[in-house]
Every structure is written in structure tokens, then in C-alpha cells.
């Protein structure tokens, strides 16, 4: 019988572009659970997924605590009903705090365009100062501050 494909961290840390730390971060969390050959981490095809959803659920935004509840949900569950459901209801929790974010940002957009044109309106009265204004702008912008 073939034995289970196993992986190191260097070859995990490569095939999803994460530094071994970051790796060694996961498994202080709990994320991972590699088994050991002496001091040598040696990671299952489990650790693998487990990794894949860890850095999947970040992307989402999730914390790492809610990554653990829903991997600890995942291991051994023959029924995943009431994995999917509080799935479900985390990606609900973070779907609406995306979309309060966006009002957020939206309205910052708009007063920043209201303060543009305020701005742009007083320095039409001045055309000395409204180039003098441009040119910091232009200044800045190419200096990334």
C-alpha cells in the first residue's frame, strides 16, 4: 500500500507563496497540525487543504478564529449541514461589513469631490494660486506623497 503524499514547509511555502513563518504562524494558531520526524515539520495532504482554506478564508477577510471554527467544523463531519450553515452565516457577516465599507468609502468620495470643487472654485478667483495649487498637486503625485 502506497504511503500518504507528504510535503514539507519549504514545498508548501512555495506552492502558495507564503513564507515558511507565515506557515509556522498557522500551526501556533492551530490552523495546521503537521506530524514531526524529530525536529523535520512534516505536513499531510490534509495540512495542505487545511492551508489552502486558511489562506482562502483570509482572503475573504475572515479572522483566523473564524478560519479555525469552520476547519475544526470540517474534520470528520459525515453531515456538513451545519458546517455549510454557519458558513453561510459568516460570509453573510462579512458580505455586510463589505458592503458598509463601501458606504463609508462612497461617502468620503463625495465629500472629497465636494471639497475639490470648493477648493477649485476659490482658487478660480485667484489664478496665481490656482497654478501654484496644480503645480503641488503634480508635485506630489509624482513624488507619492
Known amino acids: 500500500m502506497a ?6 514547509i519549504t514545498e508548501l511555502a512555495r506552492d502558495f507563496d507564503v513564507t515558511p ?7 501556533d494558531q492551530g ?5 514531526r520526524a524529530g525536529r523535520t515539520r512534516i505536513y499531510s495532504k490534509s495540512d495542505r487543504t487545511r492551508l489552502k482554506l486558511t489562506l482562502r478564508g483570509k482572503r475573504l477577510g475572515l ?3 473564524e478560519i479555525k471554527e469552520l476547519l475544526e467544523m470540517h474534520g470528520g ?4 449541514a451545519a458546517q455549510l450553515v454557519r458558513f453561510l452565516v459568516v460570509l453573510a457577516d462579512r458580505r455586510e ?3 458598509q465599507q463601501r458606504e463609508d468609502i462612497e461617502a468620503v ?3 472629497i469631490a465636494m471639497l475639490e470643487k470648493q477648493c477649485s472654485e476659490l482658487l478660480g478667483h485667484d489664478p496665481g494660486g490656482a497654478a501654484a495649487a496644480r503645480a503641488e498637486i503634480v508635485r506630489r503625485m509624482r513624488s507619492g506623497a
Not at 504511503?3 to 514539507?8: N, P, V
Open 3 to 8: 504511503s500518504e503524499q507528504t510535503y514539507t
Open 21 to 27: 513563518r507565515a506557515i509556522r504562524f498557522y500551526e
Open 31 to 35: 490552523l495546521l497540525k503537521p506530524s
Open 63 to 65: 479572522s483566523l478564529a
Open 77 to 80: 463531519v459525515r453531515n456538513p
Open 97 to 99: 461589513a463589505l458592503e
Open 109 to 111: 468620495l463625495g465629500e
